[in-house]
């Protein structure tokens, strides 16, 4: 080896080693737990178990379900939104623009607990703001905790509120590197505002979106704290249990790590081959 | 096909006035040019007669009608940017077709128009193809051919040839030449080139700061230009200008003597009265200066570098320190001594009193 290059390696070996430490050795190390019997001391090599288990699973069943039913409603409902945010942002009509890109990007920062407490509040069924607001036009109030529907809208709510305006900033970056002269050239085409949106803005958009598609499908098959913080670990019943909540119980609460692995894998295998269909269903006509 | 007037047009940027009352008559028909320096208002003025930009003063109308509060859309106009502004999502046929399809225009006419505008621009084996897979020049021609398909009564060019290599340029120039003269159409183009505007105007707009200096067909403003702004633009290599002083005024004219060398006095048949005494410019064009004892008066000058380029010659030069260029046809050896001697001709020279006004 080069001197240069030793020297170069001796620098980096610092970030190398935490890498290897705390990121590549848990893949590889979960990888091969997901084949052994944990619950026996010593844990044994038993491949079967942990992954049979997985497919004849009604509560693993159960938090995939929900999982894919935030993942269907939320992301295309929160990527609308997004586009909608950051052209609303774009607007040279918008005065304080500095302003509402703070406000949109905000939830962002916010730490999880302290929204997750906030939420739990609003939503509270006694004296919660929601209800109140939905008392006033005379509607019944709901049991966001209790009722298993309104606990998945509140989820699905909730991860919206926060990860819209990020995405939102995202768009609208794309949004800014569309030139303003191809409005005009349209506009003087006699192409009317709405329609400059669907065959222009959006078609130029397509792979910022489909970035954000990506991310979003990637972040919702972890999801963990909202369900964990705001719906009582994944309450009622299990109505709101997503497979990260699951993961969790199974390692943390059960210690059952082997089967935790299994499902983790089960994740980040999902979470690819979904973004790997969006990709595909979104690339390019030839 | 329609003309436009302009009436006292006025264009504010907040507190930043960009044109002073601009006044202009542009007949049906007529390829008119905006020129002038970077920053002088042109674009503005063209982006207010095609309705993106608002007038904050005065009327712009088009085949008589005002259109200040009309819809951009509604002008019946065409723009080709300087970007091109092409869409970069579609191919050629669809940036042609676009336009029309979104607004409903029958099948078979898109068609034929598309088809009509890719013939006269030559850009049939380009159908396909997006913008990001043509050069600068196919880029034009479709935004040119844009344009085209739209049928307007008035073409709106912004610096349209500005992004090409020289040689493109002169070759797209020739093609929109032909292009005015194929369709008739109303055309104004804006160039900051003063030979684009030359080889293509049937009039030519000067603009400077926001403000017409002069409008004419392209030899008017090179025969008789109304100020020493248009004087130095139109005409390349720009006019010289030498410091003078009025020596006397007589039934004949003025006589200048030049700041520079005394000795040099020309008079000028201008029925003006200047002061004698005051500062004037002399003007005379590097293409007009003649053998030695062939003019009013003999000038000679210090020689710094000179220019063959077959068949002309450029001498750059300098009297007392004040530069100035002459140029020499088929001279293979001017400028190879470290004198020159020319010879001024006063019926070619211009006067210019010292707020660069036209002595005339
Ligand atoms: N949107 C705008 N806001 C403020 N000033 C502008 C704007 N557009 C142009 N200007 C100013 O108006 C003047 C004329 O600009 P422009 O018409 O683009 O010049 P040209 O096309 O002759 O180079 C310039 O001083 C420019 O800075
Ligand atoms: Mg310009």
Known sequence: ?286 | MAGLTLKNVIKRFGALQVIHGADLEIEDGEFVVFVGPSGCGKSTLLRMIAGLEDVSGGEIAIAGTVVNDVEPSERHIAMVFQSYALYPHMTVRKNLSFGLTMNGNPKADTERRVAHAADILQIGELMDRRPGQLSGGQRQRVAIGRAIVREPQVFLFDEPLSNLDAELRVQMRVEISKLHKQLGTTMIYVTHDQTEAMTLADKIVVLRSGRIEQVGAPLDLYDDPANQFVAGFVGSPKMNFLKARIDAVSADGATAVLASDPGVKITLPISGRPDVGSSVTLGIRPEHFVDAGAGDADLTVDVDVAEHLGHTSYVYAAVSGEPLIIERPESRHAGSQDRLTVGVPSRRCFLFDAEGQRLR
Request: proline fraction near 5%.
């Open chain 1, 1 to 286: 080896m080069r001197l240069n290059n030793r020297i170069a390696y001796a620098f980096l070996a610092p970030y190398l080693l935490i890498f290897a430490t705390f990121w590549l050795w848990p893949i590889i190390s979960s990888f091969l737990i997901s084949f052994q019997n944990t619950r026996v001391n010593p844990w044994r090599f038993a491949p079967s178990m942990n992954w049979g288990r997985l497919v004849g699973d009604p509560a693993f069943y159960n938090a995939l379900y929900n999982t894919l039913i935030i993942l269907v409603i939320q992301v295309p409902v929160m990527i609308a939104l997004a586009t909608v945010m950051a052209v609303f942002l774009n607007s040279p009509l918008l005065k304080a623009r500095p302003l509402y890109r703070f406000a949109f990007f905000a939830p962002v920062v916010v730490g999880e607990v302290a929204y997750a407490a906030v939420f739990r509040l609003m939503f509270s069924a006694d004296f919660g703001i929601i209800n109140k607001i939905i008392g006033t036009v005379g509607l019944s109030p709901v049991s966001w905790f209790d009722n298993g529907t309104a606990a998945m809208a509140l989820v699905i709510m909730a991860v919206t509120w926060r990860w819209a305006g990020y995405n939102a900033i995202i768009i609208l970056a794309g949004l800014q590197s569309i030139p303003g002269d191809v409005y005009e050239a349209a506009t003087l085409d006699r192409v009317g505002k709405v329609q400059q949106f669907f065959h222009i803005t959006l078609p130029l958009l397509k792979p910022i979106i489909l970035f954000c598609i990506v991310l979003s499908v990637i972040g919702t098959m972890q999801l963990f704290a909202e369900p964990f913080l705001i719906t009582n670990r994944g309450g009622p019943g299990g109505a709101t249990e997503t497979l990260g909540l699951l993961l969790y119980r199974q390692g943390f609460t059960s210690l059952n790590f082997g089967y935790a692995s299994a499902i983790a894998y089960t994740i980040a295998a999902l979470a690819v081959a979904i973004s790997l269909l969006n990709l595909f269903f979104g690339r390019e006509a030839k």
